[in-house]
């Protein structure tokens, strides 16, 4: 595989850094004819509201398609599927891995350890198309998460990879693959929706306990410059126990299908929607997948749904990346569980 690196130049903006990106296939355009999809809150996010409760423990999902993606993934966290035939993957590598504290230090338990993030483009058959490098050597916070994408820019973390530390929010243009250093936040983060209605992004931190709101309206007015925290407009612990989010997408504000409504207090008011993925583990060894439809501003859960396929290589298909569309009036969800050599599975919910 021919790799040519190309440095993009440093904007004007100070908070623009310029983004290492290794273009891999130099004939393929980052989007499909290079042109913005829509996000789900444009596009299926309605649909797919509609039909989530119609999904339970009974569901029976059938396999549409294993795709193995080329070269090593690293670990990867987040997925936003724009078409059928673009993945945009972040993917952790680690170098030095972290250590456990005997006991916290300065509120953390364990050492840095040292990696990069990067932002993977994939076509549908699998193919490296580019492979941007969001880190340099030495940065703490080279642990990137869930992603989500809001119609015009991919929106990521990149924290310090122990729990209780740091993180800087970025965007990132997906259709050079450029970042752009928002704010940051006194607290690790890893996944992160883009409330477009609102204005808010909302960010999870260690294990999705917490989810923190913060307000883009007036950005950058109101923002410590960095390398400044910058206090969250608000935070609420999620209140469920079921899995810990991993990756999350904003699908739109709507009223509540029926079976669903019944579970919150102010029936027939829109409410802020997010589609999550993720697993629990329990004790060392068992690891319960499941999706569910989440509420972004009180993290209550609106419906959830326990998911048990595993892939070929033996992990949950829910616990890394995952992302969700209707075709053909038929939900699917698309995962991409596996570290290093990474398949993407493709289920209908029959
Ligand atoms: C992306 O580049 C890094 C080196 O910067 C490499 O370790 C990683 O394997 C690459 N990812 C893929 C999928 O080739
Ligand atoms: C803990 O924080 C103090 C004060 O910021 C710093 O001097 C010290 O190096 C930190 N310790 C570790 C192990 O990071
Ligand atoms: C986070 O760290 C701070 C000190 O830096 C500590 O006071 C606080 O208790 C820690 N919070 C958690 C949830 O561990
Ligand atoms: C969650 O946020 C609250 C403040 O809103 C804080 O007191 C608590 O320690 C946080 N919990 C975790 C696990 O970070
Ligand atoms: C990658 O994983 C698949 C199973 O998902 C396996 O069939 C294949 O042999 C693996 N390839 C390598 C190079 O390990």
Known sequence: MKASTVAFAASAIVTAVATDVSIVRPNEPFLPNNALPPSHATSDGASI???????????????????????????????VRVSDDRYFISAG?????????PQPI?????????????TLIYDGQGKLIANATLTKPGDIEYHTGGIDYDGRYLWATLSQYRPNSTATIVQIDPLTLQKKDMFRTNDHNGGIVHDTITGDLVTLNWGGRNA???SLKDYPHGFTPLPGFKAPKSSVPDPSFFIDYQDCKFLGHYALPEAMAARVSDQGSKRPIMFCGGVATIGSSFHLGGIALVDLQTMLPLWEVPIAMTSDLGASVTQNPIDIAVVDGKLRIYCLPDQHNSTLYVYEAA
């Open 49 to 79: 509201v509609k039909l989530f409760p119609n999904l339970g423990r009974s569901t029976t999902w059938k396999l549409i398609s294993k795709t193995n993606f080329e070269g090593d993934t690293g670990e990867p966290e987040g997925m």
């Open 212 to 214: 923190t709101t913060w």
């Open 106 to 118: 300065n509120g953390t338990d364990r050492t840095p350890g040292a990696g990069f993030a990067h």
């Open 93 to 101: 590598q680690w170098t030095v891995p972290t250590t456990k504290y």
